[in-house]
């Protein structure tokens, strides 16, 4: 479908997989999949044919504060933050079986509403989602303060308690694996939750959610509230009765969402903001390896991806060589129907994400970037595009300062060390970066140099349910893995009580 395919031009064979029934299209407060209070709903878009999957229900503010009730007073009073903590493990465990016991629905619904690919979200995503589970299931009966030695006369200690009530807002790129960053932590630490999922992708979000009542989740601990930004996602960062808040996505939305929550209740936010994120590569790298490591780190999930390798730098002395292997791999990328078991690239995640990325692929024309591959929209039915590489960009271009969450690489040289960290500290984002060197002097050098929350050395994309996730400058802050993570769920409350036996008291 684009430089190789296996589907045809703009044609997608469902042959080989029977589509999924979708089953859970309604809101889901307290237990229960109910109607939204305006009766209205939208259309979730299968960006392959362009058609429509389902109409869901549409929560707005009112659904909001609904949801918002029920995790109140299952804090406040039931039994999931009282519970003891191997007993909420358990019950994290069983999803995590539930989930891989229907993961192929699991799978396809995300297929279907994100375009992502079906053998990468069956293989990679949702297990990497249900081990989040399963970690954190293991972390939660180890929260834990600390006994303090105090001057004088008295004892103190400290307890780790739930912060409350959380707000999650995720995004489209990522349905499952952002669904269970955001839960998972904040499940173990014994808190109860109003999440909205994406406009475009809230079918996996609702399937989860039906999933987490059979596995025996108590009624208002997780509540599901499909909906759009400015309606309902903003009813969540302004809430009043919301301890906390955790999203991800634009730099635009991110301040909306810390100005609605300073103008309500002071709640914590935690962003992550995405990237812009290099990909340095040295002379003594293994060129094949670092071509390999480059398109697929910009290629992989389309484009759509946090952390993608967007600008990738490459020493002079091998530039030549590696430009040619980048772009004659590029030529082979089989971007087709995401369901089919060849294609390597699916469709973008709907179409003002597609006419984005045309735009910024038109900023580099315009701008004098050389483009060496792609460039263009493929076929008339679907978001399909083709991978794309420009080389001769400047730093000041808008391709290399912007995200532009697509498949579309800028490709810049460099001489010495000194101007590969300078070149890759000059952007506003911090998320990740990737270092390519047989050199242990120059790893350990551009890691400590670079500004950027996760840096891979000799490898691209390795995340772990233990590894903090979260960046430096625009890219945002609090971590989203790891046991960081499940620290900005629980808040620190210091207990000092007298020493009675005291022969000063």
């Not at 808008?398 to 952007?427: C, D, H, T, Y």
Request: aromatic residues 10%; hydrophobic residues 40%.
């Amino acid at each position: 479908m684009s430089a190789s395919s296996d589907s045809g031009n703009g044609h997608n064979d469902n042959s080989f997989f029977n589509m999924p029934t979708i089953n859970f299209t309604k809101l889901f407060i307290n237990g229960n999949f109910v109607h939204s209070i305006s009766g209205r709903k939208f259309e979730t878009i299968d960006p392959r044919t362009e058609e429509v999957i389902a109409s869901v229900s549409e929560g707005d503010r009112e659904d909001i504060d609904v949801a918002v009730e029920a995790a109140r007073e299952a804090f406040d009073r039931g039994p999931w933050p009282r519970m003891a903590a191997t007993e909420r493990a358990k019950i994290m465990v069983k999803w995590a079986e539930l989930i891989e016991e229907n993961i192929d629905e699991a799978a396809a619904l995300d297929t279907m509403d994100a375009g992502k690919l079906y053998y990468f979200n069956k293989f990679a995503e949702i297990p990497s989602a249900t081990n989040a589970l399963r970690y954190y299931a293991g972390a939660a009966d180890k929260i834990h303060g600390k006994v303090l030695k105090m001057n004088g006369d008295f004892h103190a200690y400290t307890l780790m308690e739930p912060i409350g009530v959380v707000g999650h807002i995720i995004p489209w790129n990522a349905p499952s694996f952002a669904f269970f960053m955001k839960v998972s932590p904040s499940l173990a630490a014994g808190c109860t939750m109003v999440l909205k999922p994406a406009e475009q992708t809230p079918l996996s979000a609702l399937f989860y959610a039906h999933l987490a009542k059979l596995a025996g989740i108590p009624d208002g601990v997780l509540n599901v509230v499909p909906g759009f930004g400015p309606t309902a996602g903003a009813a969540i960062s302004s809430h009043m009765d919301i301890d906390a808040v955790s999203f991800t996505g634009s730099i635009e939305v991110g301040r909306e969402v810390m100005q609605s929550a300073a103008r309500s209740n002071l709640k914590p936010v935690s962003l992550e903001l995405g990237g812009k994120s290099p990909l340095i590569i040295f002379d003594d790298a293994d060129i094949d390896k670092a071509a390999d490591l480059a398109l697929i780190g910009i290629m992989s999930n389309k484009g759509e991806v946090c952390v993608a390798s967007s600008r990738v730098y490459v020493q002079e002395g091998i530039y030549n060589e590696f430009e040619k292997k980048l772009v004659e791999k590029a030529k082979t990328w089989v971007v087709g129907d995401p369901f089919h078991p060849k294609s390597q690239q699916g469709p973008q995640a709907d179409m003002k994400q597609l006419k984005k990325i045309l735009s910024y692929i038109e900023h580099g024309n315009r701008e004098g970037a050389t483009l060496l591959t792609g460039g263009n929209r493929v076929g008339n039915k679907g978001y399909y595009i083709q991978p794309t590489i420009f080389s001769n960009v400047k730093e000041e271009m808008v391709i290399a300062q912007e995200e532009i969450f697509g498949p579309v690489l800028a490709l810049m040289k460099f001489k010495r060390m000194e101007e590969a960290i300078k070149s890759g500290n000059n952007s506003k984002y911090g998320l990740a970066a990737g270092i390519m060197t047989k050199n242990i002097d120059t790893a350990n050098t551009m890691s400590r140099s670079i500004r950027a929350g996760v840096v891979w050395i000799n490898c691209y994309f390795v995340l772990g349910s233990d590894v903090p996730f979260g960046g430096y400058k625009m890219s945002g802050f609090g971590k989203d893995s790891g046991l960081e993570a499940l620290h900005k769920y629980l808040q620190t409350k210091s207990v000092v009580t007298p020493i009675y036996n005291s022969p000063w008291l």
